[in-house]
Structures are given as C-alpha cells and as structure tokens.
C-alpha cells in the first residue's frame, strides 16, 4: 500500500512513473545499491526517530550514520529509534520501505548534510524493492522538509 501512496503522492509532480521497482530487494543500502548498479554512497536512507514522543524522519547518504553527540546537538535527547513493528502506524511505512513521502501528517523530515556531496541519490518509494533518482533540489521539495541539519558521520 506504501508504494501505491508514494506513486500517488509524487503524481502531484509527474513523477509517479518515474519510481523504479526491483524483482530484487532494495531493503537495505547495500541490496539498493546492488538493484540500481550504483555507489552505496548515493542510496538516500531514511531512519525514523522518536523526539518528544514525535515521530521524525533523517534522511542521510548511504555511507553515513548517525552522530549520537550531533544528534543530541541539534534534537536535545538521546537517538531513539522507532521500534519496527510501530513504523507503519507512526510514519506510514514499513522497515525497508521508509521514505520522507507520502507520510503520517505529523512526521517532521530533516535532511542531513551527507547528502550535500551528490548531484542526486536515490530514497527508496515506500516498499522494500523501490526507488527513485531525485536531484536535492526536488528531495526538498518533495519531503516538505524542515531544515538540513548536520547529524551524521561517514562509516569507516
């Protein structure tokens, strides 16, 4: 149902035709890079928070993680993370699938600086076998961010 949303959802910018869909899985960074032939680097994963018992969305480049000392930073509480079997029901996608479209009204995305490297990445479309490229200008648009915050580090 996720990745019927996001089509519709991304319909409002022609873009709905432009979701690619794997035979494969593209859960994980490593699976997406491996389905598109890309760089892991350029996978735009989304990891889902809790702040404030709030929902929150970080969408970071593939070959980052989060920061716990520049989390805390800028959210002012320890990273959280929501349990798996709640995503659905608080941000409106399951594990594998979550991106910063077609989401629960109350979810707040921010973008992570990571990103800020690439022409383009690639979010995965509310499934685990989706996808599509999205320069950073349209990832803005489309996640109705709230700011760029700096929240992450590379993984060595």
Not at 40 to 57: H, N, Q, R, W
Not at 84 to 90: D, F, G, R, S, T
Not at 140 to 145: F, L, P
Request: some cysteine; glycine content about 4%.
């Amino acid at each position: 149902m996720s990745l019927k949303n996001v089509k519709v959802y991304l319909k409002k910018w022609d873009r709905d035709n432009d979701v690619i869909e794997f035979s494969t899985s593209s859960a994980t960074v490593v699976d997406a890079a491996r389905a598109l032939n890309c760089k892991e680097k350029l996978i735009a994963k989304t990891m889902s928070f809790i702040v404030d018992e709030k929902p929150i969305l970080i969408v970071l480049a593939g070959d980052s993680k989060i920061d716990n000392h520049k989390y805390k930073n800028e959210f002012k509480t320890k990273a959280k993370m929501i349990p798996i079997n709640m995503l659905n029901a608080m941000v409106g996608h399951e594990a594998g699938g979550v991106c910063p479209f077609a989401i629960n009204d109350n979810v707040a995305v921010y973008l992570d600086e990571s990103l800020k490297r690439f022409d383009y990445v690639y979010p995965a479309c509310g499934s685990s076998n989706s996808a599509i490229k999205l320069t950073l200008t349209e990832l803005e648009q489309y996640s109705n961010y709230v700011k760029w915050v700096n929240v992450s580090k590379l993984i060595n």
